[in-house]
């Protein structure tokens, strides 16, 4: 019996939601850090559902993957391996360590299932990422389908955005031994003009040099990882055209659609609806599945995309698929409905098809 069973997530949420978001994260991902590796992990522990896919070169265990930004650090890996997921992406990572925007930098609108953070990229950098990746076993363990890991890479927010290639660079070459796949972040709102990194020239100088590093890197290492972009759901269709070709000229294998959003129109009037920074939860669903409709039509039938952005229910899971996404990833759905989201989200994908 899992603990889902024996203290459903309704009990444990209104603890969670007494305190302040990110002393709850903290608190949450301490919890797993410290459990992972011993025998309470078995108390937590979710069956996964097998619906497994093929997807640039990589086989999916199934088709509902953890966003980035859950666990910065990569401390967590095994213990949110355990809870069904059928792909982990951490991160994100920048070169350096750096403690993010100043506090308090996350707020819930629970009217609105949503969640506003400025958090900045706060990681402890590369090394100890690096570091953190290398302790988890979760893919030498034994079954079917092991799961694949994604590595999230930013810039710091004190590199000058004329050299943020560098540090793209930088964490691409660390993190790659390590991968299954690579994710190239160019849309978070909370590092200062990281997103004109989306712009025609900008974008097609910054894959272009990360495409001639991954080859080299291939060249290497004998493997050729795949890598994805993320993008933001604050595009509109010209935009969405641009980068879809700029992604298939420097032959990148997939895309990330989407990150938080600057919108508030779903939540005016709501408190803490006008702090600064990224909303995510349910208001983003709509827009992230409208740029990913618009990513299909102008990428093809055959590009990978991941849809994330506002998943609350299976629904909305399948939802994203039938806009046009081959995968999905969860992150604040996770935070209103508990870890059973994941289940009920695989679920209602592979049942939908």
């Known amino acids: 019996m899992s603990l889902l069973q024996k203290l459903p997530y309704a009990l444990a949420r209104p603890v969670l939601f007494g305190l302040d978001p990110e002393t709850a994260h903290e608190l949450t991902m301490a919890g797993l850090a410290h459990t992972q590796h011993t025998p309470l992990a078995l108390a937590w522990c979710a069956s996964r559902v097998s619906d497994p896919v093929e997807l640039a070169g990589l086989k999916f265990p199934n088709r509902v993957g953890l966003a980035a930004g859950l666990d910065k650090n990569a401390r967590c890996i095994d213990g949110l391996a355990g809870l069904g997921f059928g792909f982990i992406e951490v991160g994100t990572v920048t070169p350096k360590a750096q403690p993010g925007n100043p506090k308090p ?124 972009v993320k993008i933001a759901p604050d595009l509109d269709e010209a935009q969405v055209e641009v980068i879809a070709a700029t992604l298939k000229r420097h032959a990148m ?20 609806a006008e702090e600064a920074g990224g909303l995510s939860g349910a208001p983003v669903l709509a827009a992230s599945n409208r740029v990913i409709a618009q990513l299909r039509a102008a990428l093809g039938k055959n590009f990978p995309i991941i849809g994330v952005g506002g998943i609350m229910s299976g629904a909305d899971a399948v939802s994203k698929i039938q806009a046009g996404a081959d995968v999905v990833q969860l992150y604040t759905g996770l935070i209103y409905q508990g870890p059973e989201l994941v289940q009920q989200a695989a679920l209602a994908i592979k049942k939908a098809r």
């Not at 972040?185 to 495409?211: F, H, M, V, W, Y």
């Not at 997939?254 to 009037?269: C, E, F, I, Q, Y």
């Open 105 to 228: 930098r996350m707020f819930r609108l629970t009217q609105a299932h949503a969640l506003i953070n400025r958090l900045g990229f706060n990681n402890d950098g590369l090394d100890a990422f690096i570091a953190n990746v290398q302790k988890s076993s979760f893919r030498q363990r034994k079954g079917v389908s092991p799961l694949l890991l994604g590595l999230n890479i930013g810039k710091n927010a004190a590199t000058p955005i004329e050299n943020a290639v560098d540090d793209y660079l930088i964490c691409l070459d660390g993190v790659y031994p390590h991968a299954d796949y690579v994710t190239v972040n160019i849309s978070s709102p909370n590092t200062k003009n990281l997103r004109a990194l989306q712009s025609d020239e900008a974008l097609d100088a910054l894959l272009g040099r990360i495409a001639e590093r991954r080859e080299t890197l291939a060249k290497q290492q004998g493997k050729r990882v795949p890598i994805f």
């Open 253 to 272: 294998d997939g895309v990330a659609a989407t990150n938080t959003t600057l919108s508030r129109d779903a939540v005016k009037g709501m408190p803490h």
